[in-house]
């Protein structure tokens, strides 16, 4: 039996027949959120995020996931955040729900190891699966987890990580993050590596795809530029065959320093880059850049 971080590539690598379509862009609630969804929930109002986290346990318990509540606090302070899911103290009874503490899981201050991290969910994702339930849904509040650069570095990472096993298992998280504690530029750090959240910011998002080193939506000019470039650089997508293959068909707009990106990208992993995309501008910018290690492919718009 595989385990540890074998376990974690192979369900990377697991048959696209698992999978289904994932929300992308701007949801105003957590519901209807599916077996594969990704989405960073910034807030403000402790009562609100109450309110949505509710949402998205309670539909994971009736599409018969096995679901976690992850926060600070005792076990009965987290049921208490949960107090409007109907079920949840038989869920609880049974398993099907688990409450999971911070303070013991990551005391204040620690820094996630990305690797771990995903080991720990690609097995838990594993053990739903066996005991029956469809897959696992995790709710996080993950505001304490990034309060210093050490582990704003190693969070972001870890997210885009995560988004890779979600893009292949069937295993959703809604990522919560205290706006007013974090600040706007770890936010949008941190949202940028989601496919959904729940506010307009970032302009682009880079995520996981089983089909192509990395996804981007969204537009890339010259405002972001330089957060673009740091998100590449955390997510680290890595080629295949020689290949770096974007999924951009959900991109509006590439202006030439993220191409450039992109392609500096593919050089360091001395791969060619292949773009998919239907925006028109891209076949003509690399020929007049004169750009031959890249190749763009037109994708469905």
Known sequence: MLCGWELYQQTVQR????????RSGVVRHARGLGLHDHVCWAYDDREEFRRHASEFVRDGLAER????????GEPDM???????????????????ARLVSLDAAHPVGE???PVAQIEAYAAATEQAIAAGYTGLRVVADCTS??????????????EYMVDRLMATQPFSAMC??????????VLTQVACLHPASNGPTPDFRL?????AAVMLHGELDWFSADAFAEALRQADPQPAAGQLVVDASGLRFLDHNCL??????AARHNATLVLRTAWPGAARMVRLLDLPHIRVEEAAA
């Open 260 to 265: 450039l990106t992109l392609a500096e990208h």
């Open 176 to 185: 919560a993050y205290q706006h007013s504690l974090v600040g706007n530029a």
């Open 65 to 72: 996931q096995l679901v976690w509540y992850v926060a600070r």
């Open 78 to 96: 987290l049921a208490t955040d949960l107090r409007d899911v109907a079920g949840l103290d038989e869920a609880l009874r049974t398993g099907a």
């Open 15 to 22: 048959a696209v027949t698992l999978l289904g379509v994932r």
């Open 111 to 113: 820094v996630v190891a």
């Open 145 to 158: 987890l990034v309060q210093t650069p050490r582990q704003v570095e190693a969070f972001a990472r870890y």
């Open 207 to 211: 995520f996981a795809s089983a089909q």
